[in-house]
């Protein structure tokens, strides 16, 4: 990053730690605090800064660039239950764009769970750049002992490791198992007094894609403008998006979304046994059909996107990241795939109906149909027909339960 962006920031931040680098390019790194009621964040945000500081040198001689970590102000959440790590992106996105960060580290002291449900100490999304880490599981104990304290050793170093294996993640490195380094997978260990080497293979990974991490961005003009940036955004790192794709099983999204999946399936058992939209779905032809899916599914996804606000961060800001516009695309892309997952599963069921539940002859002595022969053409096509209006039911009235299952599992990876 510039020096130039760097000073801006110097007069109204707190330094947490920095080291510099061979190579004349700097990252620098949002640190947020978000706390739970009760807890003192001076504590806390004193925490991260030494988290940071013992980390920063590791970083730095991996990547050879320049590394900055600034404190933010810490954010008091209103309660101490669990939470998903995409609950945080919007205030992460939006004090990345107002730092403006190449990457932000979210650190809270309530318990974090995995888009499988389970308690983690950290998670990392790659394509956002922010990282989450809580010292609940850091800090827990065996039974029968109590609880570490912030200030106990193993807590230090455990917190140190695992913010180094999440910026791993973020530049893109995998898990390389039981090579005692740094990017093993995450577990903590009550004797650690020091952070892990990084493996010779993973630093130059990352010494490649450090490079490439200080932020593209714009100063668009205008909705056409913004939009226009986040195609050619998309167009630029198509592996990007594509893995983020794969990684969250968009498709099958509707099976975690039961008010979604309801909202679409209930008009059509009803439809489906009404003479009218046979008459329809029988007179129309397959490329009819298949343009009215196609469109309704993209349609779905648009209003999706925006009457559930999925965009980040949610505050417009005159500066537009490249990263912020590739999460944006991504959350999109997801949304398109999930109705046409919920597509799928609703045409399977109006399928079945058709070829099991109703008598063979039942249609086609129906005196609507010119032509008495009802071949499997004719079922499937009706049963698009029927199905694309349970997508734009299911897309209108029944919505997402909550839009952090989106973005956690667009974003996030599914361990530490």
């Not at 130059?204 to 050619?232: K, Y």
């Not at 039942?362 to 029927?386: H, K, Q, Y």
Request: aromatic share 6%; with cysteine; proline share 6%.
């Amino acid at each position: 990053m510039s020096t130039s962006r760097s000073g801006q920031r110097e007069d109204r931040a707190l330094v947490a730690a920095e080291c510099e680098g061979s190579i004349d390019l700097q990252v620098d790194v949002g640190v947020f605090i978000a706390h739970a009621p009760g807890t003192d964040p001076d504590r806390l945000q004193s925490f991260a800064a030494r988290a940071a500081e013992d980390a920063v040198d590791e970083l730095a001689s991996a990547t050879d660039i320049a590394w900055r970590f600034y404190l933010e102000d810490p954010a008091r959440l209103p309660d101490h239950d669990r939470r998903r790590p995409s609950e945080f992106l919007d205030r992460a996105t939006h004090r990345m764009v107002e730092g403006p960060y190449d990457l932000v580290v979210v650190v809270t002291d309530v318990p974090l769970v995995s888009s499988r449900e389970r308690f983690v100490p950290g998670l990392a999304s790659p394509l956002s750049r922010v990282t989450v880490l809580s010292t609940r599981n850091l800090r827990s104990a065996p039974r029968g002992e109590p609880r570490r304290s912030l200030d106990h050793e193993a807590v230090r170093w455990n917190a140190a490791t695992l913010l180094v294996h999440l910026v791993g993640h973020v530049l893109g490195a995998r898990h390389r198992d039981a090579d005692g380094g740094v990017m093993e997978p995450f577990q903590f260990v009550s004797e650690r007094r020091d952070v892990p080497p990084i493996d010779a293979d993973v630093e130059t990974c990352l010494h490649r894609i450090a490079r490439e991490i200080p932020a593209v961005e714009t100063r668009p003009r205008g909705s056409l403008a913004r939009l226009a940036f986040h195609a050619r955004s998309a167009v630029q790192n198509p592996g990007r998006i594509l893995q983020a794709l794969i990684n969250s099983r968009a498709p099958l999204l509707p099976l975690s979304l039961p008010k979604l999946s309801t909202a679409a399936v209930a008009p059509t058992l009803v439809i489906v046994f009404s003479a009218e939209s046979w008459d329809v779905g029988f007179h129309m032809d397959n490329v009819t059909a298949g343009l009215f899916a196609a469109m309704s599914i993209l349609i779905a996804g648009v209003y999706l996107l925006f009457a559930q606000n999925l965009s980040f961060p949610r505050k417009q800001h005159q500066i537009v990241t490249e990263h912020t516009a590739l999460v944006n695309v991504t959350v999109f892309l997801v949304l398109v795939l999930a109705m046409l997952g919920l597509f799928m599963l609703v045409w399977v069921i109006i399928l079945v109906i058709e070829m099991v539940v109703f008598p063979p002859n039942l249609m086609s002595n129906w005196p609507s149909l010119e032509d008495p022969a009802v071949g499997f053409v004719d079922l499937v096509r009706t049963g698009a027909f029927i199905s694309t209006i349970g997508v734009l039911s299911g897309a209108l009235a029944g919505g997402l339960e909550s839009r952090t299952i989106v973005s956690h599992l667009t974003l996030f990876l599914d361990r530490p």
